[in-house]
């Protein structure tokens, strides 16, 4: 089975430093994997993902995430952090299910925190 | 850009009564699911639904729940019987297609309180 694990439940950073929100995913087959951001209030809104292409995969706001499948990670990143980038963000794998059919498995959400 | 949309974003009713959560998914999109998340725990797969059937359910979704698209447009959850275990986010999403590189659009969901 499918299954996502992101290995912080919070991170804070001070604003213009790097971003580094890490998962770890576990699956029987290539995936595809995804990570999700939610501002408060808002819907879940895609930021990048990794469809078996290229492994350094670049996103909306200047995110971007590095598929390993050495060390099956998926880790998302930012150079320089602002203000706006505070929410809270899922790792998601897709899992195939009969019929060709697929669900999302998410993972436990990163809340993070930008200080100015 | 087209969005999901989802009504209302705030539902409180009392344990037993039913409610019907009402999403609006994007126009072209011909696969639909519901999700939820219980306050603290992960976002949850519910349901899948394509071409007027359920694709696919969770272990979640018991006969308690059941889903519909009455019209060329919106796709409800309905809760028969309220539990206080319902109580929880629930999201609505769609995609173009139902491949497992395919994005799903979200709603911002509707947070379902029952007393």
């Known amino acids: 089975a499918q299954s996502v694990t992101q290995l912080d439940s919070h991170v804070s950073v001070s604003e213009g430093t790097p971003v580094l929100l890490r998962c770890n995913y576990s699956?029987?087959?290539?995936?595809?994997l995804f990570w999700y951001v939610q501002h408060p209030n808002k819907g879940l809104q895609l930021l990048l993902k990794y469809t078996s292409a290229a492994t350094l995969v670049k996103g909306i706001n200047g995110f971007e995430a590095e598929f390993k499948k050495s060390e099956t990670s998926f880790h998302l990143t930012k150079p320089s952090a602002h203000m706006s980038d505070a929410a809270e963000y899922f790792c998601v794998v897709s899992d195939r299910i009969s019929g060709g059919y697929n669900k999302l498995i998410f993972g436990a959400g990163t809340r993070l925190a930008v200080h100015p | 850009e087209p969005e999901v949309t989802q009504t209302p974003s705030h539902q409180v009713t009392q344990m037993g009564q039913e409610v019907i959560l009402r999403c609006v998914p994007i126009s072209n999109h011909l696969y639909f699911y519901w999700y939820r998340q219980i306050l603290g725990q992960k976002v949850e797969f519910l349901v899948s639904f394509y071409n007027n059937e359920i694709s696919e359910k969770s272990e979640i979704f018991d006969d308690q729940f059941s889903v519909e698209r009455p019209d060329g447009s919106n796709f409800t959850l309905k809760i028969r019987s309220t539990k206080l275990e319902d109580s929880a986010m629930y999201f609505c999403?769609?995609?173009?297609?139902?491949?497992?590189?395919?994005?799903?659009?979200f709603g911002p969901g509707t947070r379902l309180l029952v007393l």
């Open positions: 999403a769609s995609s173009e297609s139902s491949g497992g590189w395919e994005t799903q659009y």
């Open positions: 699956s029987s087959y290539s995936p595809s």
